[in-house]
């Protein structure tokens, strides 16, 4: 018979009544970041960008992005891949490429997939920060992702 603490009993029961986010149409899937001012993000706090959702900290930061997107694109953009809305359809460096299976590297939380391994050594020899840059601009973003459709 397996002995359980009342402590660890009631922990595991209160995890289990968390609401689920896992699905890109009910919100985050998981621990998104605020493209505003990098704190978590919540479901209820939202706009559209690129006809998907973006996801804010407040309703401070959902209307700083609505009076000027350009701004924050990058974020964005990043929080829609990582969200599962957005999806890689081609190599990030040579766009004409396809991805391929193991030529991958982490870019913010993202699994950025690449066609060879020069590839891989290109973004890997960029700092974290200009990785995001790189990868998540909105020309960048328009020729490596699109969009899931609902």
Same mark, same amino acid.
């Given at each position: 018979?397996?002995?359980?603490?009342? @402590? @660890?009993?009631?922990? #595991?029961?209160?995890?289990? #009544?968390? *609401?689920?986010?896992?699905?890109? +149409? +009910?919100? *985050?899937? &998981?621990?998104?970041?605020?493209?505003? +001012?990098?704190? *978590?993000?919540?479901e209820s706090f939202v706009a559209e960008h690129r %006809?998907? &959702?973006? $996801? $804010?900290?407040?309703?401070?930061?959902?209307?700083? $992005?609505? &009076?000027? *997107? /350009?701004? $924050?694109?990058?974020?964005?953009?990043?929080?829609? /891949?990582?969200? %599962?809305q957005a999806r890689q359809k081609v190599c990030a460096v040579m766009t004409r490429n396809p991805m391929k299976p193991g030529n991958t590297i982490d870019v913010g939380g993202f699994v950025l997939g690449v066609c060879c391994g020069r590839c891989r050594s290109t973004v890997q020899a960029l700092p974290a920060d200009a990785r995001i840059a790189r990868f998540f601009e909105d020309k960048a973003f328009d020729k490596a992702f699109e969009i899931v459709k609902k």
């Open positions: 018979m397996i002995w359980i603490r009342p @402590a @660890a009993a009631l922990a #595991a029961v209160l995890l289990l #009544a968390l *609401p689920s986010t896992s699905t890109a +149409d +009910d919100g *985050p899937k &998981k621990t998104l970041l605020c493209p505003v +001012d990098g704190q *978590p993000a919540q %006809g998907a &959702k973006v $996801f $804010f900290c407040s309703e401070h930061c959902a209307e700083e $992005f609505a &009076k000027g *997107p /350009a701004a $924050f694109s990058i974020k964005a953009n990043l929080q829609l /891949a990582l969200s %599962g």
